[in-house]
């Protein structure tokens, strides 16, 4: 079965500074990859996706995500944290069959920006 | 393209209650799925339906819960007789299947359920 490990409950970032959420992840095959963000109370909206190719991706608002097959890792990264960013960040493995797509999420990690 | 919907946002009831929540999709988007978000948790899957065919539901999914999609469009969540156990954050999302595998989830705002 699939998992996927989040290390960092929480972050705190100034404003200004770069920024990079840990995910680690285990799936038997080749993984299919997310980050979601979600802000209080509200649902999550999707960050970027890994399906295949490039392993460096471009996502909204200034994100990107490096898949490293030999660390089983997608890592969040932004160059500059804006004080809109704090809010929690999933990253999810989809587990993809012609059946479905079930998304295994982490636990999330919770980013505070400081000003 | 108006996105998912869900409805209601917010619900609080007594333990024992039935309640019933109900998930919009995107338009024409075939596949539409449930998940649970426990406080402080990462979402966790609870069913699946391509069309109006449930295809898969999760252990958490128990003899309480049942899911429906009548007509392959908007979906129903009913929770009978509800536990404190229950209260949770309730997220919708779909997708469409006609990008094969690569399939991406579009979420919906959720219903937060509390029981009292």
């Known amino acids: 079965a699939q998992s996927v490990t989040q290390p960092d409950i929480h972050i705190t970032v100034s404003e200004g500074a770069s920024l990079e959420l840990r995910c680690n992840y285990s799936y038997g095959a080749t993984p299919y990859l997310f980050w979601y963000v979600q802000s209080p109370g509200q649902g999550l909206q999707l960050l970027l996706k890994y399906f295949s190719g490039d392993t460096l991706v471009q996502g909204i608002k200034g994100f990107e995500a490096e898949f490293k097959r030999s660390q089983s890792s997608f890592n969040l990264r932004k160059p500059s944290v804006h004080w809109s960013d704090a809010a929690e960040y999933f990253c999810?493995?989809?587990?993809?069959?012609?059946?479905?797509?079930?998304?295994?999420f982490g636990g999330g990690t919770r980013l505070m920006v400081k000003p | 393209d108006t996105g998912v919907s869900q409805d209601p946002r917010h619900k609080i009831t007594k333990r024992g209650q039935n309640v019933t929540f109900r998930c919009d999709p995107i338009s024409e988007h075939n596949r539409l799925y449930w998940y649970r978000q426990t406080l402080g948790q990462g979402p966790e899957f609870l069913t699946y339906?391509?069309?109006?065919?449930?295809?898969?539901k999760s252990r958490l999914l128990s003899d309480r819960f049942s899911a429906e999609r009548p007509k392959g469009s908007f979906s129903t969540l009913e929770i009978q007789r509800t536990e404190q156990g229950d209260s949770a954050m309730y997220l919708c999302?779909?997708?469409?299947?006609?990008?094969?595998?690569?399939?991406?989830?579009?979420f919906g705002p959720g219903t937060r359920l509390l029981v009292l």
């Open positions: 999810a493995v989809g587990s993809y069959n012609n059946a479905g797509n079930m998304l295994t």
């Open positions: 999302a779909s997708s469409n299947r006609d990008r094969g595998l690569q399939e991406t989830q579009y």
């Open positions: 339906f391509q069309n109006e065919a449930q295809l898969e």
